[in-house]
């Protein structure tokens, strides 16, 4: 037996709060985490829009979709798992690079882009900017890691003088003071200089610390 694979056409799923336009001014691209899915995710950015019109976020989704439990009830949405795992990084980093190249270009040039990664999001977000044609303003890593299989050049080209912004929950059930130093050292090692910012909250969203990673 023999493994194959076949190039294929499919339909993927975003959503966007706000009108985009040449008097937009920022844009907000949000991945979401593992098991979620992007309707519900994008609802905890609802108040950026409502705050500045001329703010729009945009939250794809992954593209596999699964039940939460046995065979029925909640789905949710994974960016990816180990199995077949280049196929499914090469096919959701197409998939923003060409959601990313609809959106900006009903925008200015001068529009600026911040990139958020939740979670699993975190890994999707790092593998997608480091083949994207465009450069972020803002690079928020929240409640997840830089992915550590790029090769360091390629990760460097990236992150030197970039604003990143690395978020976390001080009750986090997967990221402890140990895990979190590693990661900033990684970080570090690839030329970061990253902000930590942390809340008192577990592994979710935290609606004070978006807003003043907007407002900076």
């Known amino acids: ?55 729009v976020v ?19 949405a994974s960016w990816m798992t180990r199995d077949d795992r280049q196929h499914e990084i090469h096919d959701h980093v197409n998939f923003l690079n060409q959601l990313a190249e609809k959106v900006l270009v009903e925008c200015l040039p001068d529009v600026e882009v911040t990139v958020l990664g939740f979670s699993q999001g975190t890994a999707t977000v790092g593998r997608w900017l480091t083949q994207a044609w465009f450069r972020p303003a803002h690079l928020i890593l929240w409640a997840g890691g830089f992915p550590e299989d790029l090769a360091p050049e390629i ?41 930590v910012t942390t809340f008192a909250g577990k592994h979710e969203l935290n609606r004070a610390v978006l807003a003043q990673l907007a407002a900076q």
Not at 58 to 76: A, D, K, M, Q
Request: hydrophobic content about 35%; aromatic content about 10%.
């Open 155 to 195: 990760a460097r080209e990236l992150l030197e003088g970039l604003r990143l912004s690395v978020v976390v929950g001080t009750e986090d059930e997967y990221i402890d003071a140990g895990k979190l130093e590693a990661q900033l050292q990684q970080l570090r090692q690839l030329g970061a200089m990253p902000t």
């Open 58 to 76: 945009i939250t794809p989704e992954g593209l596999s979709r699964f039940y939460l439990s046995g065979n029925g009830g909640r789905v949710g």
């Open 1 to 55: 037996m023999t493994e194959h694979h076949l190039t294929v056409a499919r339909t993927a799923r975003y959503y966007q709060l706000g009108e985009l336009s040449a008097s937009t001014r920022r844009v907000w691209f949000v991945c979401h985490g593992y098991g979620q899915l992007a309707a519900y995710f994008s609802r905890h950015f609802g108040f950026l829009n409502d705050a500045d019109p001329r703010t």
